[in-house]
């Protein structure tokens, strides 16, 4: 079956415009993280969802960044008014249940100029 | 929060070499996973091991949660095994995952 899938593979904005990530998880898996991973921090995390409850967003870096998950699927992360500081590759990752291994998409490389 | 650290930080060995790469983690773990990150920046999934032995081929890995260390053995080596190699755990009552900081592997044919 399919992987975890992102969307765009590569985004380049000037700072102080917002940019849009999409994540696709695996089919079925009811776990969604969002990750990421930059020069100077290595790879950190960002927000996690688990089915309906509500994210877990204690990795969020700034309020200038959010993400949601429709219909249990599909995410998208925003974040606002970018710095050159956000310049990183941003990572996607599934998992079926609590507990089980994580699946990483192929990840968004962001550059802010 | 928790210390994941791996050793060493960089590994440069001829084809056909074995190696044994470390990953020590400071509070106890529901997960430990390894993965290789590729050339292109693809995470591959390499052991989902919260404890005990794995083999997958060349690959095998070995977790003692009650010392919090996990050990990844690559036998043969193959220029195709170059990469960064990543230990991360999950805190028990914490669903994300922790990285360590990684250890580069350049395989020289």
């Known amino acids: 079956g399919a992987g975890v899938s992102q969307s765009p593979s590569n985004k380049v904005t000037e700072k102080g415009k917002d940019v849009e990530l999409r994540c696709d998880p695996i089919?079925?898996?009811?776990?969604l993280y969002w990750y990421r991973q930059s020069l100077g921090q290595g790879l950190e995390f960002l927000i996690y969802f688990q089915g309906n409850s509500a994210p877990d967003k204690s990795g969020l870096p700034s309020d200038r960044f959010s993400a949601e998950r429709t219909g249990g699927s599909v995410s998208t992360l925003t974040i606002q008014r970018t710095q050159q500081e956000d310049s990183a590759v941003y990572l996607c990752?599934?998992?079926?249940?609590?507990?089980?291994?994580?699946?990483f998409g192929p990840g968004t490389r962001l550059t802010v100029l | 929060g928790i210390q994941v650290e791996q050793s060493p930080p960089d590994l440069i060995l001829q084809e056909g070499a074995n190696s044994t790469l470390r990953c020590n983690f400071s509070?106890?773990?529901?997960?430990l996973q390894w993965f290789h990150q590729n050339p292109w920046g693809q995470l591959i999934n390499l052991f989902y091991i919260p404890s005990g032995t794995k083999q997958n081929g060349r690959l095998s890995a070995t977790t003692v949660a009650t010392e919090r260390y996990s050990l990844l053995y690559i036998s043969s080596s193959q220029t195709t095994d170059s990469g960064v190699y990543f230990c991360?755990?999950?805190?028990?009552?914490?669903?994300?995952?922790?990285f360590g900081t990684g250890t580069r592997l350049t395989i020289i044919p």
């Open positions: 990752a599934s998992r079926v249940v609590r507990f089980n291994e994580q699946f």
């Open positions: 991360a755990v999950e805190l028990v009552g914490n669903e994300k995952l922790t």
């Open positions: 089919s079925g898996h009811t776990a």
């Open positions: 509070d106890s773990v529901n997960n």
